[in-house]
């Protein structure tokens, strides 16, 4: 499907909104609706791939240490959007590759998989998708059925009232091993000096004395175990 927003003699769209020149009928209303749709999914995916199409290219050579900061700052002036959601949109499409993609389905549903391996990707995104009568799963439960490892009923989203308030550790460990994985994509390890890998394993320290609080702690039931 094309990106392109409708072009139409009764309206006209400008970086502020849209102008109804003349009268619309209910048709010509109707018929802009997929386009703007496809527009609102479609828009953090096209500037996600034009970052990491000029990080790929760009960063060799002379003007390698420009290029980051440079797109980053296009970009910003360009659309108004802050650093961090343009660097969320350049993750999302370079962990999920164009092949993997759906068009019934938004960029947050992409952006819940992104974390997964390439086949993970196709399968969860599969399930995710509108079936006949059904309509595609929420953000929620797709990334709540990724935790369980499987596609959680409606019923089951209801949350447990002794579980309201309790802090759940899965997400944060998502988040690290999402945030290594781009590490990983963008050869941090290649480009690291050993003074960076020693400052990262200092700060991983508290993460390696909770695990080992873990294993202290397991030791100790087993113990107690009659």
Known sequence: ????????????????????LAPLTFE?????????????????FVIGDWLVYGDAT???????????TEAYDAAIQATGLDRATLQNYAYVARR?????RSEALAWEHHKVVAKLDAG??????????????????????LRKSIIAGRVLTP??????????????????INRLCAWWSDMMDNKWPQRATAEQVETLLRDFGRVMKLSGELIQLLET???KKP
């Open 1 to 20: 499907m094309s990106l392109a927003l409708p072009s139409h003699s009764k309206i006209q769209i400008s970086p502020t909104g849209l102008d109804v």
């Open 28 to 44: 010509e209303w109707s018929q802009v609706a997929p386009s703007l749709g496809n527009a609102a999914r479609g828009i953090a």
């Open 58 to 68: 760009f960063r060799k050579g002379p003007i390698a240490r420009r290029v980051a």
């Open 96 to 100: 999920v590759a164009r092949n993997r």
């Open 120 to 141: 993970e990707q196709r399968r969860w995104l599969a399930l995710a998708a509108p079936k006949k009568n059904q309509r595609a799963i929420s953000t929620m439960r």
């Open 155 to 172: 019923d089951e989203m209801v949350a447990d009232p002794a579980d309201r308030g309790r802090n759940n550790h899965i997400p944060y």
């Open 221 to 223: 039931k087993r113990r």
